[in-house]
């Protein structure tokens, strides 16, 4: 799992939406190419479509704001003429129509974003490493140690299938690594894989 490109389709109003249920999916080694963000960047709709014709998933978030988008419909029609499967985010069901109308998506829980992150994290990886009902894709974050001094790269893998994940979130327990230098800890969210502390390491 390194260097797969997912495409989020969505509408301008959905944009801050968008950036929370993706901020820690942006941590694992993929390109997440969120619409707006790239337009805003100053590239154009040229090269979006580029980022689009080139992903491994496109996911297509279904709101209220979204529903007179030609965009959105256009970017589903064209993954799914290209092949890319085409993974519906709707915050109601009847958003889900069209060509998006029988897949398996996500539903958006405005209450409760960990879950709303955790089950699209499931489909992500369902989409990304179909390895079987048996198999466990390994999934990993890397990043620099944050201890002064020390930017050793840190991994946490993931291991644990995701029902065993959520099982860990209900019950409070973190995921957890450790710098191989500083020996510091980090912790991380086990529904969300998003970052919640570090202890210890060279101060």
Not at 10 to 36: C, M, R, W, Y
Not at 123 to 149: H, K, M, Q
Not at 183 to 199: K, P
Request: proline share 5%.
């Amino acid at each position: 799992m390194t260097g797969e490109q997912i495409y989020v389709s969505h509408a301008p109003a959905d944009l801050e939406l968008v950036q929370e249920l993706f901020s820690t999916v942006k941590n694992f080694p993929f390109g997440v190419h969120i619409a707006l963000e790239e337009v805003e960047s100053g590239r154009s709709r040229k090269r979006l479509e580029g980022r689009l014709a080139n992903s491994d998933v496109v996911v297509a978030v279904l709101t209220e704001g979204s529903a007179d988008s030609r965009w959105i419909n256009q970017e589903i029609g064209y993954a799914l003429a290209k092949g890319i499967p085409v993974i519906p985010l709707y915050d109601h069901e009847r958003r889900r129509g069209g060509f998006v109308a029988d897949v398996d998506g996500v539903t958006i829980d405005r209450r409760n974003p960990s879950y709303t992150i955790f089950n699209l994290l499931s489909r992500l990886r369902s989409e990304l490493a179909p390895l079987g009902a048996l198999s466990v894709p390994n999934w990993y974050i890397r990043f620099p140690c944050t201890v002064p001094d020390c930017g050793h790269p840190v991994t946490l893998e993931i291991e644990r299938d995701q029902t065993k994940l959520w099982k860990r979130y209900e019950h409070g327990k973190l995921l957890s690594t450790s710098c191989g230098v500083c020996d510091s800890t980090y912790y991380f969210d086990a529904a969300t894989i998003g970052y919640v502390r570090r202890e210890g390491g060279l101060e």
